[in-house]
């Protein structure tokens, strides 16, 4: 999600660090993949939302 700035993960890190947040993000379902490369300053996304259905990504 976003533009590969980090700027969502850096906002999530911060509102997080106060309490709990649940992030949702939408979607096409076009653009489900089988893997999506991470890395250790992203942050987990609760649910996504596609014109499919709502999915929970695993963990």
Avoid: N
């Avoid at 999530?12 to 991470?38: D, H, K, N």
């Amino acid at each position: 999600m976003g533009y590969g700035g980090g700027f969502y993960d850096r906002t999530l890190e911060i509102l997080r660090s106060s309490g709990p947040v649940t992030a949702i993000a939408c979607a096409f379902a076009a653009q489900e993949l089988p893997f999506i490369p991470t890395e250790p300053t992203d942050q987990p996304l609760d649910l996504i939302v596609t014109d499919s259905g709502i999915f929970q990504p695993r963990s």
